[in-house]
């Protein structure tokens, strides 16, 4: 792969790359890099970690950085469908990504912040997020999988989570454990994947994603440094950063329609003479798009909205662009007919990695419930 010139890159006043600079550059990289890479992600042979650095350098890790109280996730979605209009794995990895800068940058323990947050926002850290087990537990569908114990300067940890993605044996993710003997008191952290009594197992190959670094994680009595507390009471924090949990997983989906529009218009030459008696044509596919973009900008703007009907809008925009995920690329198979069957198209590709946008936490079900339980 050829080297990218990151150092051309516009910078603002703090020293950061301006927004359209970084979805730019990453929007290159997608098209160049990570192109010829996306089967081989898609069918586990392939796990870009040098591509993430490059991300990282691009500055694809750093834009939703907390300024006096307030952030705009706008850049950091935006580049995330960059990479999701090539790759859905990429994406959804690039959200791993985002999420654990998220949480280090909203930590209360200054001593993490400054330890991580230049290395995850960079991606000389690279990691992910433990929270689709936390995540169902707060809503009623499961109980917590970790279980820690106060020691001196930490907690020992035990349990296992099933699936964590964008992992290796030096990067690190945020979960939460429940504290023993003490029931609804959580506590949110870094798990340090190189630590010894911490142990990654490779899991079942999957319909698609399997070049996504995911593992099923086990903690065999692991100690948890105090200084590796992202949230010693966990669930003020998973309000805080909740939404932006959230909306960053927007980018995922926007991506994948966007080319599964071009795909539609791709076959329109050929087919379009059949084509035009199926139901679903781009145009709608189009004004959707633009309706969900549009919607996940303004509240991409205001991620620590604590208004109950801002949280709402945004269970209900999470919902809204599965559904069409798996809608656009269901189409996109039909209007590409059997030339979209073969292992060889990317609309086989697109359609099972819309069903993961549809699946993964919070899933299609879960995002129901939560809004016949708001």
């Given at each position: 792969m050829s080297p990218v010139a990151v150092s051309r890159l516009p910078v603002d006043e703090a020293g950061d790359h301006s927004p359209a600079s970084v979805v730019a550059e990453v929007a290159a990289?997608?098209?160049?890099?990570?192109?010829?890479?996306?089967?081989?992600?898609?069918?586990?042979?392939?796990?870009?970690?040098?591509?993430?650095?490059?991300?990282?350098?691009?500055?694809?890790?750093?834009t939703h950085k907390p300024l006096n109280g307030a952030a705009d996730l706008c850049c950091a979605i935006q580049s995330i469908s960059a990479l999701g209009e090539v790759c859905g794995a990429t994406a959804f990895m690039a959200w791993c990504q985002n999420t654990l800068a998220w949480y280090v940058m909203n930590s209360g323990n200054p001593a993490l912040t400054a330890r991580f947050a230049e290395g995850v926002s960079t991606g000389k850290i690279l990691g992910g997020t433990g929270l689709s087990n936390p995540m169902k537990t707060f809503f009623g569908i499961e109980k917590f999988k970790l279980r820690g114990r106060k020691v001196d300067g930490g907690y020992v940890i035990r349990g296992a989570l099933p699936w964590v993605s964008n992992l290796g044996p030096d990067h690190f993710f945020g979960t939460i454990f429940e504290v023993e003997g003490k029931p609804g008191e959580i506590v949110m952290f870094l798990a340090d994947c190189s630590d010894p009594a911490i142990t990654l197992t490779p899991c079942q190959p999957f319909l698609a994603m399997d070049g996504t670094g995911t593992y099923g994680v086990q903690f065999r009595d692991a100690f948890i440094s105090d200084d590796l507390i992202l949230a010693a009471s966990a669930g003020p924090f998973v309000k805080k950063i909740r939404a932006g949990f959230i909306l960053l997983q927007a980018g995922m989906a926007t991506g994948?329609?966007?080319?599964?529009?071009?795909?539609?218009?791709?076959?329109?030459?050929?087919?379009?003479?059949v084509n035009r008696f199926l139901p679903q044509q781009p145009i709608d596919f189009q004004d959707l798009l633009t309706g969900l973009?549009?919607?996940?900008?303004?509240?991409?703007?205001?991620?620590?909205?604590?208004?109950?009907?801002?949280?709402?809008q945004v269970v209900a925009l999470r919902l809204k662009a599965g559904e069409a995920s798996v809608a656009a690329a269901h189409a996109a198979m039909l209007h590409c007919g059997?030339?979209?069957?073969?292992?060889?198209?990317?609309?086989?590709?697109?359609?099972?990695?819309?069903?993961?946008?549809?699946?993964?936490?919070p899933a299609t079900k879960q995002l129901r419930k939560m809004l016949a339980e708001a």
């Open positions: 990289i997608a098209r160049r890099d990570l192109a010829p890479l996306a089967a081989g992600i898609d069918d586990g042979t392939v796990y870009p970690a040098e591509l993430l650095r490059r991300l990282g350098d691009a500055g694809a890790w750093g994948l329609i966007r080319d599964c529009i071009a795909i539609m218009n791709e076959v329109a030459g050929p087919l379009g003479h973009e549009t919607e996940t900008m303004q509240l991409a703007r205001d991620p620590y909205n604590t208004d109950d009907g801002y949280w709402r059997a030339r979209g069957y073969l292992k060889s198209h990317r609309a086989q590709r697109r359609l099972r990695e819309a069903y993961f946008v549809a699946i993964v936490t």
